[in-house]
C-alpha cells in the first residue's frame, strides 16, 4: 500500500514539470514543503480539466464513491488495487473518467523486521526525474446539505525487485511520456492498464528514516533524514 509521502517540490516548480499553465497556479496558495502527508489530508494533484488542460489543484486523500453514505469510508480507500480498480464498484467509474497524478517527492512503506517495523522513505534516484508521478483517481462526494468534497486515491501494484524485500504492494508510477494517456481515458479506457505496472528499480532508491514519521503530527525535516 501507500499511506504516507512527502512532497516538497514548490508548486512552480510542478507546473513546470506536469505542464500546468501559469495561470492556474497563480489562484493557488503558497506551496509549503510536505514531510508527512497522511490520509484524510489536501495533497496536490494534476488533473484534466473541463477545457483538457492541465491543473494543479489539491484533493482530501481517501476517495469517497459519489454513492457513499458516510464521508468516513473514505479512510478506507487511500489506495485502489490496479489489478481491480476497473471493475471494483468503488473505483471503476473514476477510473473510467477522472484521473490525476498525485506528485511525490518520496513515499513511506514499514518493513517488518523482527518484531517491530523500520519506517522506509523511497525516492527518486540519483539523476532520475523528481517528484514522482503516482496514478490516481479522484471523485466527487456530496453531503446531505449539497456540499461538495472532492477525494482522492492512489493505486498499487506488485513490488519490483527494490520494494519487494520492504513491502507486497507500491504505488503505480507514471512515467513522463505516459502521463497524457493516463489523464486521457477517454475514448477507451482499458488503453491505460498496461501503465499500472511496477515501476523500475533502478530509477528508485530506499533507506531507513526515524520513527516519528509513525505519527502524522510530526511533518518535519527529520521524517525523511536517513538513520544509521
Known amino acids: 500500500m501507500c499511506g504516507r509521502f512527502a512532497l516538497m517540490t514548490p508548486t512552480e ?13 497563480e489562484a493557488l496558495p503558497p506551496s509549503v514543503p510536505r514531510y508527512n502527508i497522511a490520509p484524510t489530508q489536501p495533497v496536490a494533484a494534476i488533473r484534466l480539466n473541463e477545457n483538457g488542460t492541465r491543473e494543479l489543484t489539491f484533493f482530501r486523500w481517501g476517495l469517497i464513491p459519489s454513492w457513499a453514505k458516510d464521508i468516513k469510508i ?11 480498480v476497473a471493475e471494483k464498484p468503488s473505483f471503476r467509474t473514476a477510473f473510467k473518467r477522472r484521473r490525476c497524478l498525485i506528485p511525490a517527492d518520496g513515499f513511506y512503506e514499514w518493513q517488518k523486521l523482527g518484531s517491530g517495523k523500520q519506517p522506509i522513505f523511497i525516492r527518486p534516484a540519483a539523476g532520475e ?10 471523485e466527487v462526494w456530496r453531503d446531505s446539505d449539497g456540499s461538495a468534497l472532492q477525494t482522492c486515491t492512489i ?11 520492504i513491502h507486497n504492494r507500491m ?22 492498464l498496461h501503465l499500472l505496472r511496477p515501476y523500475p528499480a533502478e530509477k528508485m532508491s530506499a533507506y531507513p528514516v526515524s520513527t516519528i514519521v509513525n505519527s502524522p503530527r ?6 525523511i533524514q536517513p538513520i544509521a
Do not use: Y
Open 13 to 25: 516548480q510542478l507546473a513546470m514539470q506536469f505542464d500546468v499553465s501559469e495561470t492556474a497556479v
Open 74 to 84: 473514505g479512510s478506507r480507500m487511500i489506495n485502489a488495487r490496479s489489478e481491480t
Open 129 to 138: 526525474e523528481r517528484p514522482f508521478a503516482l496514478a490516481g483517481l479522484w
Open 155 to 165: 493505486l498499487t501494484t506488485t513490488p519490483n525487485e527494490l520494494m519487494a524485500p
Open 171 to 192: 504505488p503505480v508510477i507514471v512515467e513522463r511520456e505516459d502521463f497524457d494517456l493516463w489523464l486521457n481515458p477517454e475514448p477507451n479506457p482499458d488503453l491505460g
Open 218 to 223: 510530526n511533518d518535519v525535516p527529520e521524517c
